[in-house]
């Protein structure tokens, strides 16, 4: 795995970047988590995958910020790396800041692969299914910032209470592959739903694994994305 530095704004972000071949974004959830998927052995085959760490958070200099300095950061790097545009691989909060990111800059965004994320939603009935499962989810240890969480946290309220979310992810015309991990103690249906919503969308489930499965099953994971990322790019 090599690493860079761009500078975007004054700010240091730390970027990871290995293997060759079409390119491809990854990024991680939390929010607030540093990079977990920065490893050679989890990176998509057959490509050249970026692992930018979230401003604010490990390597990367900043602080607490919202969804649009986010995605700046990431047209950013875009810009300073030299890639026209990139497939998108997204875990968790990942898969949901690689939504917007999608809709918000579709011509950056050759496709989304959503892997377990929460969808845009605050549904207290998935809260509850949630919180309940919580004492039977295997425990993965992530460093994270909770600054950085609660301020990206307060901005995904609001961007999914905007009175265009619907709208703008209904015209999108960016392809969207939601992957749902079948021992998910998230419900999945929100995955489902936007599947449905986006013009060109799917939805899969892998059974037999839990949510942080890049963790518990790597071999798995790294077949799963690898093989999404190779049927759009065709490699």
Do not use: N
């Not at 969207?176 to 998230?186: E, P, T």
């Not at 999945?188 to 599947?195: H, K």
Request: aromatic share 8%; hydrophobic share 45%; glycine share 12%.
């Amino acid at each position: 795995m090599d690493s860079l530095r761009v500078e975007v704004d004054g700010v240091a972000l730390h970027v990871g970047v290995a293997g060759d071949g079409p390119d491809v974004l990854v990024l991680s959830g939390g929010p607030g988590c540093v990079h977990y998927l920065e490893q050679d052995a989890i990176a998509p085959v057959g490509h050249r995958a970026w692992f930018p760490e979230p401003r604010g958070v490990g390597r990367s200099g900043g602080g607490p910020h919202d969804m649009e300095r986010a995605l700046a950061d990431l047209e950013a790097v875009r810009s300073a790396v030299g890639v026209a545009s990139w497939v998108v691989v997204g875990h968790s909060w990942g898969c949901d800041l690689a939504v917007r990111y999608a809709v918000e800059h579709p011509a950056s965004v050759v496709a989304v692969i959503g892997i377990a994320g929460r969808g845009p939603q605050r549904d207290r009935t998935w809260s509850e299914a949630y919180e309940a499962g919580k004492p039977g989810e295997p425990v993965v240890e992530i460093a994270w910032v909770p600054q950085v969480h609660a301020a990206l946290g307060a901005s995904f309220t609001s961007w999914i209470q905007g009175e265009s979310l619907w709208r703008g992810l209904a015209e999108c015309e960016v392809p969207m592959a939601f992957v749902a991990a079948g021992d998910d103690i998230r419900p999945s249906w929100p995955l489902a739903q936007l599947a449905r919503t986006v013009r060109h969308g799917t939805f899969t489930a892998v059974p037999d694994v839990p949510h942080d499965f890049w963790s518990t099953h790597p071999e798995v994971w790294t077949r799963t994305v690898s093989e999404l990322c190779a049927a759009v790019t065709g490699r």
